[in-house]
C-alpha cells in the first residue's frame, strides 16, 4: 500500500514549527510494512491544501494529513477538504457535546468558535480524539482514503495509531502477506559507527528490510520482514536479529518499543530494588525520567538535587575536604555522592552524577562534557567517567542516558571487573 503524507499550518512553511508529525507518521508507516510515497507541507490556503492533496492522491492509495482542525480563522482544513470534493460540511452533535462537556469539566468559557471543530464534510467518520477536542476524520474518494488529524505532534501520536493505522488495514487487507517487525535499541555508537558494524550483512538474502532511526542519544534498529506465513515471517526476523546481536551485543539494551527508563525501572521492580539518586549536572533529569514510568514509587526512594558544594556537603556529607582537593567533578566526589545518598534514604542502590554541561566551566584536565557517575550498593561502588561532545542540552540527557544504562549493566552483572 502506497501512503502520501500531507502536513499543513503557516507555522510549518515560515519555519517557526519543526515538522515533527511527518518523520513520527513516515516512520510508523514504513514499519507496518507500507510504502511512503512522499511527504508535502503547505500552509493554510483552499487553493494550495486541494492542489497538494489532489497531487498525492493521485500517487497513493491513502492521504493522512495534519493540521488545520482548532477553532481559529486560519484552520481551514476541513472547509478546504470538503471543498475539494464538492461536499457541504455538517455538524457532528456527538463531537459538539464531547466538546461542550470537556470545557464545563474544566470551566472554561465557551466561545461559539469552537463548534467550527465539530464539522465535518459530509460522508466523512469521525476519528475520536483521547487527549484534546479536535477530533478527526477519514474520508473515502473514489476508492481512496483521505484522513485529517490534528498537528498538535501529542495528538497525532495517540490518533494514529488508534484511529487511523486499524482503519487503512481494514480498507487495505494484504491476506496473504504477513509482516514481522522488530526494533533493536542501542546505545555508546554513532549512527555511522551502527552501520559499519553492520555493513557484511546481506540483509536482502536475509528477506528482510532495515532502518536505522537516530533518537538522541539512541540509535534504534528497525527490521522487518513479509512472507505469506506468520511464521516465515518471524524466522527470518530472527535471523537477522541474531546477526545484528552477535555485532552489537555490548551496544544493545532492549528489543522492542520499551523507553530505556521502562526497562530499568521493570528490571528494579522485578528484583525488588530500591533506589536513591543525586544529581548534580543533570539536575534531577535522571529522576524524572525513571518517575514517567507508572509505578515508579515503587523503587525510587527519592532523588536529591544537590548542584552546590553546600549542598554536596550538608545534604550527601561530601566532605569540603575532598571537594578542595579533588573537586565537585571528580570521581572521589561521585563515589561518596552514591554512598551518601544511598545512606541516609536507605536503599539497596545510591545512584549519582556530577559533570560539565557547558558551555562554560570546563578545562583542559576536565573539558565540557565530562561527567563520573557513581554507583553504590553498600558492598562496593562502582564509578564510571566519560567526556561527551554535545551542547549543554544534549550533554545533560546523555548524561542521563549513561546513568540509566549504568544501572542497567549493574541489573545484569556486567560491573564485576569495574
Not at 492522491?57 to 471543498?83: E, K, N, Q, R
Not at 552514591?338 to 584536565?365: F, H, M, N, Q, Y
Request: aromatic share 8%.
Amino acid at each position: 500500500m502506497k501512503i502520501g503524507i500531507l502536513t499543513i499550518g503557516n507555522e510549518l512553511i515560515s519555519g517557526r514549527t519543526a515538522d515533527a508529525n511527518a518523520s513520527f507518521i513516515a516512520r510508523e508507516i514504513n514499519q507496518q510494512g507500507w510504502s511512503v510515497e512522499a511527504i508535502m507541507s503547505v500552509g493554510d490556503d483552499f487553493t494550495k491544501i486541494k492542489d497538494r492533496l489532489n497531487y498525492l492522491l493521485s500517487m497513493t492509495d491513502a492521504v493522512i494529513c495534519t493540521g488545520g482542525l482548532g477553532p481559529t480563522a486560519d484552520d481551514i482544513t476541513s472547509a478546504a477538504i470538503a471543498a475539494a470534493f464538492g461536499l457541504p460540511l455538517y455538524t457532528d452533535e456527538n463531537v459538539l457535546n464531547h466538546i461542550k462537556e470537556i470545557f464545563a469539566k474544566y470551566n472554561l468559557r465557551w466561545i461559539e468558535n469552537n463548534a467550527k471543530q465539530a464539522m465535518f464534510p459530509q460522508g466523512a467518520e469521525v476519528i475520536e480524539n483521547p487527549v484534546g477536542t479536535a477530533a478527526g476524520f477519514f474520508l473515502k474518494v473514489e476508492g481512496k482514503l483521505i484522513f485529517v488529524i490534528p498537528g498538535v505532534p501529542g495528538e497525532a501520536r495517540r490518533m494514529l495509531p488508534e484511529g487511523v493505522l486499524p482503519v487503512l488495514r481494514k480498507h487495505f487487507p494484504e491476506a496473504e502477506l504477513h509482516v514481522a517487525k522488530q526494533t533493536i535499541k542501542t546505545f555508546g555508537l554513532g549512527e555511522g559507527a551502527v552501520d559499519n558494524a553492520l555493513k557484511d550483512i546481506d540483509f536482502n538474502a536475509l528477506g528482510v528490510s532495515i532502518g536505522f532511526y537516530p533518537v538522541f542519544p539512541e540509535n534504534h534498529i528497525v527490521i522487518i520482514a513479509r512472507e505469506q506465513s506468520r511464521q516465515k515471517a518471524q524466522d527470518k526476523l530472527k535471523k537477522a536479529q541474531d546477526e545484528i546481536t552477535n555485532r552489537l551485543k555490548q551496544n544493545i539494551f532492549h528489543y522492542g518499543d520499551e523507553t530505556l527508563e521502562e526497562v530499568v525501572a521493570g528490571m528494579l521492580m522485578e528484583k525488588k530494588l530500591t533506589l536513591a539518586v543525586a544529581e548534580s549536572c543533570t539536575g534531577g533529569l535522571i529522576a524524572s525520567r525513571l518517575t514517567d514510568v507508572p509505578g515508579s514509587s515503587e523503587f525510587l526512594e527519592r532523588g536529591l538535587v544537590t548542584y552546590s558544594n553546600k549542598a554536596k556537603m550538608e545534604l550527601l556529607g561530601v566532605p569540603a575536604a575532598v571537594l578542595g582537593k579533588h573537586g565537585a567533578v571528580s570521581e572521589e566526589t561521585a563515589r561518596l555522592m552514591a554512598e551518601g545518598v544511598r545512606k541516609i534514604a536507605a536503599t539497596d542502590l545510591g545512584l549519582s552524577s556530577t559533570g560539565i554541561a557547558g558551555p562554560t566551566g570546563g578545562s583542559k584536565e576536565k573539558p565540557v562534557g565530562t561527567v563520573y557517575l557513581a554507583l553504590a550498593d553498600g558492598k562496593k561502588t562502582h564509578c564510571r567517567h566519560f567526556a561527551f561532545r554535545w551542547d549543554r542540552r544534549r550533554n545533560k540527557l546523555v548524561f542521563s542516558e549513561a546513568a540509566l544504562i549504568f544501572i542497567y549493566d549493574y541489573l545484569l552483572g556486567r560491573l564485576s571487573n569495574e
